[in-house]
């Protein structure tokens, strides 16, 4: 009875075998000594290139990792890795797993000037803004302006509590060798940002990207003339589903990207508050409205009733030469653009 077990013992594991090792397969494979920016599951990411034979002539992006290998920027690898068929794996996780067996050889390599790269493709010089997550604040209110002469000037505020702490440093930028990155030299703390397409991301202290539910959070959105509202006057048009009569060009609202201050007028008298703005999310509150007291005769809108329905205002929207503010969903008030 003892060996019938013993048999079938042996024949289990046996048939175990076979199949850990039908879903296992060693392969040799090419690691280029350049990432190449890129997208997996939405996140905007840099992604290994790879070559699965020496006789492949192009790269390819290789967008999963591999367990136990950390390459260093400028090195080419050969690799022996692992691949594993998982099976019935999660959604939203993939049915390949790579692992590192051995690293064949390393060799240091001499980055040639890729045209393709975000140094040299993209038109990155310009501004850049949004709302970072912040660990005890209601967010990083943060503002980079990068030129061509690599000086950057990078101006943050602090939410907290209705109060803005802020502060502005200048200084001189880098880019790493692959030409994907800038990184902000700083007296107390160098800073590191990807460049993509008309934004930046901010990284962690080592040059890497930030993961977790916060992660799209730490995209900084560059102020381009058919997206920014700000540094513009906008006349309105009208309140509350209400029309405004042409001839009323002193009804107007301007944000100052500078000092972070709206202005406006619906009337005899002048209004200001301080804004916060998230142009990725469209998003957009003012806060802190402060009134001139003149007596208006015949309002056609009532100071008080606007400034009430400014400050509640969540999000906005613009098309050319019309900015809509809303309060979610709901539209409060239209404006064209003043020439």
Same mark, same amino acid.
């Not at 990155?181 to 008309?198: A, C, M, P, R």
């Not at 539910?213 to 006057?233: F, G, M, P, R």
């Not at 809303?326 to 653009?337: R, W």
């Given at each position: 009875?003892?060996?019938?077990?013993?048999?079938?013992?042996?024949?289990?594991?046996?048939?175990?075998?076979?199949?850990?090792?039908?879903?296992?397969?060693?392969?040799?494979?090419?690691?280029?000594?350049?990432?190449?920016?890129?997208?997996?599951?939405?996140?905007?990411?840099?992604?290994?290139?790879?070559?699965?034979?020496?006789?492949?002539?192009?790269?390819?992006?290789?967008?999963?990792?591999?367990?136990?290998?950390?390459?260093?920027?400028?090195?080419?690898?050969?690799?022996?890795?692992?691949?594993?068929?998982?099976?019935?794996?999660?959604?939203?996780?993939?049915?390949?797993?790579?692992?590192?067996?051995?690293?064949?050889?390393?060799?240091?390599?001499?980055?040639?000037?890729?045209?393709?790269?975000?140094?040299?493709?993209?038109?990155?010089?310009?501004?850049?803004?949004?709302?970072?997550?912040?660990?005890?604040?209601?967010?990083?209110?943060?503002?980079?302006?990068?030129?061509?002469?690599?000086?950057?000037?990078?101006?943050?505020?602090?939410?907290?509590?209705?109060?803005?702490?802020?502060?502005?440093?200048?200084?001189? %930028?880098?880019?790493?060798? *692959?030409?994907? =990155? +800038?990184?902000?030299? @700083?007296?107390?703390?160098? #800073?590191?940002?990807?460049?993509?397409?008309?934004?930046?991301?901010?990284?962690?202290?080592?040059?890497?990207?930030?993961?977790?539910?916060?992660?799209?959070?730490?995209?900084?959105?560059?102020?381009?003339?058919?997206?920014?509202?700000?540094?513009?006057?906008?006349?309105?048009?009208?309140?509350?589903?209400?029309?405004?009569?042409?001839?009323?060009?002193?009804?107007?609202?301007?944000?100052?990207?500078?000092?972070?201050?709206?202005?406006?007028?619906?009337?005899?008298?002048?209004?200001?508050?301080?804004?916060?703005?998230?142009?990725?999310?469209?998003?957009?509150?003012?806060?802190?409205?402060?009134?001139?007291?003149?007596?208006?005769?015949?309002?056609?809108?009532?100071? %008080?009733?606007?400034?009430? *329905?400014?400050? =509640? +205002?969540?999000?906005? @929207?613009?098309?050319?030469? #019309?900015?809509?503010?809303?309060?979610?969903?709901?539209?409060?008030?239209?404006?064209?653009?003043?020439?």
């Amino acid at each position: 009875m003892a060996k019938k077990f013993f048999l079938l013992g042996i024949i289990v594991m046996t048939i175990s075998s076979c199949l850990t090792s039908k879903n296992r397969i060693e392969k040799t494979i090419f690691i280029n000594a350049t990432t190449k920016p890129c997208t997996n599951e939405a996140l905007q990411t840099e992604c290994l290139q790879v070559k699965w034979t020496k006789e492949q002539q192009d790269w390819e992006i290789f967008y999963e990792t591999i367990e136990g290998f950390s390459p260093e920027s400028g090195n080419e690898y050969e690799l022996i890795i692992q691949e594993e068929k998982i099976e019935n794996p999660p959604a939203d996780v993939s049915n390949i797993r790579y692992e590192l067996v051995k690293i064949i050889t390393t060799a240091a390599s001499e980055i040639k000037i890729d045209d393709h790269t975000s140094q040299h493709s993209l038109d990155w010089k310009g501004t850049y803004e949004g709302v970072l997550p912040c660990a005890d604040c209601e967010g990083i209110q943060t503002q980079i302006t990068i030129d061509v002469d690599k000086n950057y000037t990078r101006k943050v505020t602090y939410l907290k509590d209705g109060n803005k702490d802020t502060y502005e440093e200048q200084g001189l %930028f880098a880019w790493n060798k *692959q030409g994907t =990155k +800038i990184i902000l030299k @700083s007296t107390s703390e160098n #800073k590191y940002y990807q460049v993509g397409e008309n934004y930046i991301r901010a990284l962690d202290m080592n040059g890497n990207i930030i993961t977790g539910a916060l992660a799209e959070k730490y995209v900084l959105q560059k102020i381009t003339k058919t997206n920014s509202i700000e540094d513009k006057k906008w006349r309105l048009i009208s309140f509350m589903g209400k029309k405004i009569n042409e001839a009323s060009e002193e009804f107007f609202i301007l944000f100052n990207s500078q000092e972070k201050r709206m202005q406006t007028k619906v009337g005899c008298n002048r209004m200001s508050g301080n804004y916060v703005l998230d142009i990725d999310k469209k998003e957009l509150t003012i806060k802190q409205i402060m009134s001139t007291m003149m007596a208006c005769e015949e309002a056609i809108i009532q100071d %008080f009733k606007y400034a009430e *329905q400014l400050e =509640k +205002i969540t999000h906005f @929207s613009i098309d050319g030469q #019309k900015l809509v503010l809303k309060i979610d969903a709901e539209i409060v008030a239209e404006y064209e653009l003043v020439e």
